[in-house]
């Protein structure tokens, strides 16, 4: 299986498992970030060869376009566009304001909107076509970060909206919903607390957390053959965090489990 898969925040940390992830399935792909000298570091380390080095805001509509069609003429049309870029500000509602609130809800939101929306036309042509954005369970319950959670919630209904409309075309679409992530994001926050996974573990059923890889592998189960009658799903890839709350469970029942 060789395809053209496009990743958007392919220089973080789910984003460069992501590139892995479908590079070692032998596919191109379109590496797109607005960190112009991560994604070229993706295409040192990688290779050039299927790895096509594209720089670019999600949240800027134009720059996104003239981006993806630069990746097209060089590579080919898109046949896997994956959603992942974003990143969240305010943690509280006491720490948001009107800046932070537009930041997030721009870059995580309104910036996956602009990525579907540079291969949509040309998937509906072709009638063929997967899309996979990337979510978080703070889209499904109430979890901090309050503009990128409605941000976030906002992408499970926008992801059933390409399913149904799009599925006449021969177009998928899902949403991967991850919980904690091991990613290098949290690098400031395990130096200020170095207990901070232990901690997280005791909310989390299999008492651990996710590994970039773990998302990659979901996401790529999702844009693949096997998943083919899949569309419209909002799968939490969490260990299990969104299947209940283990520890109200047990003060309820007076029965730890």
Known sequence: MSRVVLVTGAS????????????????????????????????????????????????DPLAMADAVARGVAARGPVDVAVANAGGALGTTLAHTDAASWRRDVDLNLNGTYNTIET?????????????????????????????????????????????????????RANIVCPGTVKTPAWRARVEQHPAIFEQLSKWYPLGDVAEPADIADAVHFLASPQARVITGVALPVDAGLMAGNRLMANELTLDPF
Not at 34 to 52: I, N, S, T
Not at 136 to 141: E, P, Q, R
């Open 12 to 59: 973080g940390g789910i984003g460069r498992a992501l590139c892995k992830r479908f590079l070692d399935d032998g596919d191109t792909v379109l590496a797109l970030d607005r960190d112009a000298a991560g994604v070229q570091q993706l295409a040192d380390e990688f290779g050039a060869q299927r790895l096509e080095a594209l720089a670019a805001d999600v949240s």
């Open 119 to 171: 291969v949509r036309t040309a998937m509906i042509e072709r009638r063929r076509g997967v899309m996979v954005l990337i979510g978080s369970v703070n889209g499904l319950s109430a979890l901090g970060h309050p503009a990128y959670s409605a941000a976030k919630a906002g992408l499970v209904s926008y992801t059933k909206a390409l399913a149904m409309e799009l599925g006449p075309h021969g177009i």
